[in-house]
């Protein structure tokens, strides 16, 4: 598969972090949903849209943003999520080297706090 279009696409766009959504949470329209597999990312680049500013954000296949998408879609084919509004959230957490960071990430409708 030859990405070499769709990386200039993205480097167009800024990539979704914490400050683009203020640090809570914010929907987003998917406008584009494309597979990339290079040697350092396996998963799914979208170009979402969030207010007037277009975003990307990366879902690769080792992490559970797919399946969040999926759950909030209601359909595993990418072609079927162009155009659909989707949940991100921030999470505060750790690096690996011990610094403070916060995380987005695709919100999980199946996740339940409080409940086990």
């Given at each position: 598969m030859n990405?070499?279009?769709?990386?200039?696409?993205?480097?167009?766009n800024p990539y979704l972090d914490a400050k683009a959504i203020a640090n809570k949470a914010a929907s987003g329209k998917i406008l584009e949903a494309r597979a990339?597999?290079?040697?350092?990312?396996n998963?799914?680049?979208?170009?979402?849209?969030?207010?007037?500013?277009?975003f990307a954000y990366p879902l690769s296949f080792d992490r559970f943003d797919i399946?969040?998408?999926?759950?909030?879609?209601?359909?595993a084919?990418?072609?079927?999520?162009?155009g659909e509004t989707i949940k991100f959230v921030c999470k505060k957490g750790e690096s690996k080297?011990?610094?403070?960071?916060?995380?987005?990430?695709?919100?999980?409708?199946?996740?339940?706090?409080?409940?086990?």
């Open positions: 990405v070499q279009g769709f990386v200039q696409t993205q480097e167009q990339v597999k290079t040697p350092k990312f998963g799914i680049f979208l170009t979402v849209k969030i207010g007037s500013r277009k399946g969040a998408v999926v759950a909030q879609t209601g359909s084919e990418t072609d079927d999520w162009i080297k011990g610094k403070k960071v916060v995380f987005v990430n695709v919100l999980n409708p199946k996740a339940k706090k409080g409940k086990k």
